[in-house]
């Protein structure tokens, strides 16, 4: 009797808890009507907001511009595309605020400002030219305009991992992956990818030139920018010409699509292009279409081959996905210096391997294996060397060793440079489970035998019918057994 209206009320308060959370969402999602801010706008973030709080809409009211809430902590200016909630622009990618009641936007003197009011701003968008309004474009270009509606700063001039279809890209802007660790910048006459493996240090592994067939690069007319065109191409442009002197298409290449279109330089270091259809965000782009050629798709010392996947530099450590071969430890980034010295490394070979972009890295042509090692070995800000038997180049890599290609053939030898510190930390880690399991299986074995005594002093003292009495009334041992659970069995058996 009792257990059934304890489950009527349990299953009433999960209902209005899911509604709750149903409100809660759908309240949260919501854009806000407003289509524009004016001077004197101030806003703060709600305790209770769990996603997002939308400040500001665009025309069609698929757009927001809003604070972000991201691991439950993190506060964060954003432009969502809200459908999707997927994220467009962020004020100020590599920083998070805390989310706090007590931090404020504001738009008083011109430009959008957040801070805590009496102490610091942590971002804003400029102090140098002021407007009168803000407002959030249908293209996700968020924009300050003076009163004569002319733009006074946009969103747009500084993306985050983002672009979008219109937004122009010049050579003195940065993509930067969420994670931090990739970038793109544009050269002279090419488009570049770049991974920051190691402070102070960008290695490019993917570069793009301009095939200049429609238009060319002249000389002294400006630098080039990058666009992404509806009619579904990302194209390089120099400043005054119209038409482009580079196409890479995406697949919707001269399709009609309706939606909006958005670059992005991913986490895993590749460059794709998404469409919305109307439900989701379909993939027409990559700049890298092969796994084995992003910049580290099995982590630090692994090893990829295509078609079959990842695996360790190190035959004796087996691949986790997700994990990394060895820990690089992040650091100094090298081996230079006194406190790196002291531990020194050891040295992994591999013969098959290969660097996943080695047409983009730096070599110099050595006579023997050796006098490649040589180079390396010396060099205190070398992590590994890999020579080419045939071509007799030795390639040098001056970052903590990432993925390398498994390729068959085997005169092309990998020079490994490993922490030694970093192998230390491991078998420490491995020795520390180790005592960790045996002082648990002694307190298990102690507990045991505490138990069996207790049992035995229990008999003795006649409490045996009471036991009796317990496991023929109220609780009865099914639901132990339904749970199945070997400690519940194991209780059973001492029972006996
Ligand atoms: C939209 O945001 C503004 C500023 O925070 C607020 O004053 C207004 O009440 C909001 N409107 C709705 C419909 O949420
Ligand atoms: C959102 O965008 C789609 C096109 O992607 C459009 O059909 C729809 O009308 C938009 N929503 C609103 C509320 O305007
Ligand atoms: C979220 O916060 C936790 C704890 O602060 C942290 O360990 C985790 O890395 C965070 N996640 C992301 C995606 O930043
Ligand atoms: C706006 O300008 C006034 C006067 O210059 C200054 O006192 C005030 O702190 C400014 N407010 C913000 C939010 O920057
Ligand atoms: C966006 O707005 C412009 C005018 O400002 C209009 O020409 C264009 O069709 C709009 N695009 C969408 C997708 O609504
Ligand atoms: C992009 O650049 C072109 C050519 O300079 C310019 O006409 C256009 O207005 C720019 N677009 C934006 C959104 O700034
Ligand atoms: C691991 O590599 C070493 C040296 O390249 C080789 O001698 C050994 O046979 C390999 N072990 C396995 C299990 O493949
Ligand atoms: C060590 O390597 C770095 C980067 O590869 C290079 O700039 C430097 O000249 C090398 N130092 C010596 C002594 O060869
Ligand atoms: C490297 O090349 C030399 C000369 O071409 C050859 O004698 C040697 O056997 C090769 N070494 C390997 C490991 O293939």
Known sequence: MINSTNSVTQLRAT???????????????????????LKGFKARPDPSTTSFQSLLRDPTGN?????????????????????????????????????????????????????????????????????DRVVLLNSSSLQIQDNLKSVVWQSFDFPGNTLVEGQNFTDAMTLISS?????????????????????????????????????EIVQGKGPIYARVNPDGYLGMYQTGTEPPVDVQPFSTFQKQVNGLIRVVLEPDG?????????????????????TCELPSPCGSYGLCKSGSGCSCIDNRTE????????????????FCGDAVANNGFWVLRRKGVELPYNELMRYETTS????????????????????????????????????????????????????????????????????????????????????VVYKAWERRRGVKRFLHDDETGGVSPGPYKDLGSASFRALEMCNR
């Open 179 to 215: 994670n931090g660790k990739y970038f793109m910048r544009l050269g002279s006459d090419f488009m570049g990818l770049y991974a920051g493996f190691k402070r102070g240090y960008e290695q490019i592994y993917w570069k793009h030139r301009a095939m200049q067939a429609k238009a």
């Open 319 to 334: 691949y986790i996905s997700g994990g990394e071969c060895l820990p690089t430890e992040s650091g100094s980034g090298d």
């Open 63 to 131: 757009l927001s511009f809003g604070f972000l809430r991201t691991n439950r902590t993190r506060l964060s200016l954003a432009v969502l595309h809200l459908p999707s909630s997927e994220t467009l622009w962020l004020a100020d990618p590599t920083r998070f605020l805390h989310w706090s009641h007590k931090t404020e936007l504001t738009f008083t003197n011109g430009s959008l400002v957040i801070s805590n009011p009496g102490s610091r701003v942590f971002w804003s968008s400029s102090n140098s030219v002021a407007g």
């Open 15 to 37: 209902q209005l808890l899911l509604l709750i959370i149903t409100i809660f969402i759908s309240s949260c999602t919501e854009a806000n009507d407003t289509q524009e801010l």
């Open 368 to 451: 023997s294996l050796e006098e490649c090692e040589g180079i390396c070995e010396k060099n205190c800000s070398c992590w590994g060397a890999v020579y080419n038997n045939a071509s007799r180049f030795c390639y040098t890599v001056d970052y903590p060793i990432q993925t390398l290609l498994s390729v068959g053939d085997e005169t092309k030898v990998g020079y490994f440079k490993v922490r030694k510190s970093a192998h230390k930390g491991r078998v420490g880690v491995v020795f520390r489970a180790l005592i960790g399991v045996f002082f648990g299986a002694v307190l298990v074995f102690v507990g045991f035998i505490g138990f």
């Open 270 to 290: 590749n460059l794709r292009g998404y469409f919305w259809d109307g439900s989701t965000w379909v993939s027409n782009y990559q700049a890298i279409s092969e």
